[in-house]
């Protein structure tokens, strides 16, 4: 018996839940309603987010996401495979549900920064 699954930490929202494909299919006709769909996990976009577009090693992205590293590597590798099989195969991607909570960042403060301006005065406070 497995535990628990621990929750993906996720930092990223994203704006677009649906992408399609456009055109026409080789020789083919035009691309109409009730094409099929691949649900594409939101802790799958924010492993490809990490790794491909932030261009983290899967070290830092599996600490960011707050998971093993052989968990990033099988998350991100069956988002890959989800991504593949849309393009070949024509398919539209759905980004939806999951196992993941919204992680709370904080700003990134200058080199030096101490929370209080100019040395003098309380210190700052910042919600995200």
Known sequence: MRGARRRRCVAFQPNFLY???RGRA?????????ISETILKVEELE???LKDYLQMDQEEAAKS???SQPT???IITEAHRK???????GKAIRIE?????IAETTPKMPPGWRGRKHG???LASFKS
């Open 19 to 21: 992408f399609e494909p």
């Open 26 to 34: 080789r020789g083919g006709e035009p691309y109409t309603h009730g």
């Open 47 to 49: 492993s490809i987010r």
């Open 65 to 67: 996401m707050g998971i």
């Open 72 to 74: 990033f590597h099988r």
């Open 83 to 89: 991504i593949a099989e849309a393009f070949v195969e």
């Open 97 to 101: 549900g999951g196992n993941y909570v």
């Open 120 to 122: 003098r005065g309380p």
